[in-house]
């Protein structure tokens, strides 16, 4: 089946620092990839979608310039946390489908912890 | 605008009993649903979907969703519990916005017991 990996797993970074986080599609090509974070005990809250080739499309709320995502190839995407703070530690799971009604594949998700 | 309401953050059943986990959708178009099983410190695992063909859907791990138009539910049922059960579930329908994206509900933690 098709495989996403996400990049690292675990992370913690000092606050101030920049994080970056890799999503690969291993076995597909990703055409649409989606950012999520979720907080503990909490639903996945949809941060981004990014399309091969083109800027991503945030969702309302979500700082542009904190959480850079590039989809620069078919089979990559990286959310950079930007000057990371500690209310910026979260879980964050990326996903990937092929094409408009292909199902979604999730990655293992990274935890991130700002000290 | 298309959501989907989780009914109980918690459910607890023994080993071998019924599990049922509610999920009601709003939608003013025909819905496509999904339910979604997260581990901890995981990502998410499809379990079924509906996407208007046969109301009653199959998915992996002996599960099963029945969509009901008229209760605009799409409720997740397996008829016994194993320990393996125990996890997160996520009910999702996908909505278009300009573009396909998929909202999850609250989520549901089962807890199994032996």
């Known amino acids: 089946g098709a495989v996403v990996s996400q990049h690292p797993s675990r992370v913690i970074c000092k606050s101030g620092t920049s994080v970056k986080i890799e999503c690969r599609s291993l076995?597909?090509?990703?055409?649409?990839m989606f950012w999520y974070r979720q907080f503990p005990k909490q639903s996945l809250m949809l941060m981004a979608t990014s399309n091969e080739g083109s800027k991503a499309t945030y969702e309302q709320g979500v700082e542009k310039d904190k959480f850079l995502i590039n989809h620069a190839s078919l089979t990559l995407s990286t959310l950079t946390v930007t000057s990371a703070h500690p209310e910026d530690s979260s879980f964050y799971i990326c996903?990937?489908?092929?094409?408009?009604?292909?199902?979604?594949?999730f990655g293992n998700g990274t935890r991130l912890t700002v000290t | 605008a298309q959501s989907v309401t989780q009914l109980g953050s918690h459910v607890s059943v023994s080993e071998g009993a019924l599990v049922l986990l509610r999920c009601n959708y709003s939608s003013s178009v025909p819905p496509y649903l999904f339910w979604y099983v997260q581990y901890p410190n995981q990502g998410l695992q499809l379990l079924l979907k509906y996407t208007s063909a046969a109301t009653l859907v199959k998915g992996i791990n002996g599960f099963e969703a029945e969509f009901k138009k008229s209760e605009t539910s799409f409720h997740l049922t397996k008829p016994s519990a194993h320990m393996s059960d125990a996890a997160e579930y996520f009910c999702a329908v996908r909505v278009n916005t300009g573009g396909f994206k998929t909202i999850f509900g609250a989520g549901t933690r089962l807890f199994v017991k032996a």
């Open positions: 076995d597909f090509q990703a055409t649409t």
């Open positions: 996903s990937a489908r092929e094409g408009m009604d292909s199902p979604l594949h």
